[in-house]
């Protein structure tokens, strides 16, 4: 029998770094448009995500593309794939 191997596709999202104060860790706040259903306008949301950094190489500012993980700890259910571009902060 031939087996059917899987491919699981995980979750990616872009957002910008608000802290990296802890070791191996940072906050990412990811914007998203929703449509409201009876009026149909945009309204801007956003949400905070904790995500592991390995480097440590992520700072404040940075904009960064996060991927799904195992859980990591409480709270880290996220890790930082790439740093797509630099704060200007120096």
């Known amino acids: 029998m031939t087996e059917v191997k899987k491919t699981v596709r995980k979750t990616t999202k872009v957002g910008v770094v608000l802290k990296n104060e802890a070791n191996k860790s940072v906050v990412v706040k990811v914007e998203s448009l929703v449509m409201h259903p009876l009026y149909r306008k945009f309204s801007r949301t956003s949400n905070k995500f904790m995500a592991h950094d390995e480097a440590n190489a992520c700072n404040v500012g940075d904009r960064v593309q996060i991927i799904e993980h195992r ?20």
């Not at 990591?72 to 902060?89: D, F, Y």
Request: glycine share 0%; hydrophobic share 35%; proline share 5%.
């Open 71 to 90: 859980p990591i700890s409480k709270q880290k259910r996220w890790m930082v794939q790439e740093t797509l571009s630099k704060s200007a902060r120096v």
